[in-house]
């Protein structure tokens, strides 16, 4: 029962529970642009074959992702931030909390 609780948790599909999904794909993070409500959250999904990370100055810094894995981040403060990703220095998103 516990390891069937386990895979449940590393399934795509518990993305499903944020508020809004962001694509890393093609060396691009899709959509490149978004406005959310304060205190929504957001899964980033690493849907290439390569590793990624995730990062906003100030805000958070995360481990490379694998292929396949998720970042669940939320915004608690209004503000429009600059999400970007260490190893392809090329990858934005222009985030607005509003
Ligand atoms: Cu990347």
């Known amino acids: ?21 962001v694509s890393q794909k093609g060396r691009a993070f899709r959509p490149a642009e978004m406005t959310i409500n304060r205190g929504e959250s957001l899964t980033f999904t690493n849907e290439d074959s390569f590793i990624h990370q995730i990062y906003v100055d100030g805000l958070f810094d995360s481990e490379e992702k694998a292929p396949g ?14 999400v970007r990703c260490h190893i392809h220095p090329t990858m934005r998103m222009t985030l607005r909390v509003k």
């Open 1 to 21: 029962m516990q390891r069937l609780f386990l895979l449940f948790l590393l399934l795509p599909g518990s993305a499903l529970a944020a508020d809004h999904v």
């Open 69 to 82: 894995e998720n970042l669940n981040e939320t915004f608690p403060n209004a503000g429009t931030f600059q």
